[in-house]
């Protein structure tokens, strides 16, 4: 087994490819559109299955806006040096709603940006681009 993709609702499909390509530096790998059930699909990320994960947008026609929920937590992005991560996201015209700093009770610095529907993208700041985060509970 293996992740494929995550599947996001929008209300401006536009809008979310933008945020996702031109603030956050994903490709759009491919659309397609339903015009018997009236709803666009938008697949973004860094590659493309089966070697990356994708985020999949899903836009319903004529819903502007969805309700996030409680239960919804955030995506993850590894990057190199979060500060300067932080400012690109900035200059793009994206949202940090966390400012970097260390996870609470570890040392992994993370920063959050709020995408145009509401939806939290954790920043987790790794030399080497691997997963993860919160706390190492390794021996």
Not at 87 to 96: K, L, P, S, T
Not at 127 to 132: E, I, Q, R, S, T
């Amino acid at each position: 087994m293996r992740l494929l993709h995550t599947m996001l609702r929008v209300g401006d499909l536009q809008r979310s490819i933008d945020f996702y390509t031109k603030v956050l530096g994903m490709k759009l790998l491919r659309t397609s559109e339903n015009t018997e059930y009236k709803y666009s699909l938008a697949f973004l990320g860094y590659g493309s299955n089966p070697d990356h994960a994708e985020i999949e947008l899903t836009y319903n026609w004529g819903v502007d806006a969805y309700e996030l929920g409680t239960a919804y937590g955030h995506i993850a992005l590894s990057t190199e040096d979060i500060y300067k991560t932080c400012d690109e996201v900035r200059a793009a015209g994206g949202v940090i709603s966390r400012e970097p700093g260390p996870v609470k009770g570890g040392s992994t610095v993370i920063a959050f940006i709020t995408d145009p529907d509401g939806y939290k993208v954790e920043l987790i700041e790794r030399a080497d681009h691997a997963g993860g985060g919160g706390i190492d509970k390794r021996a």
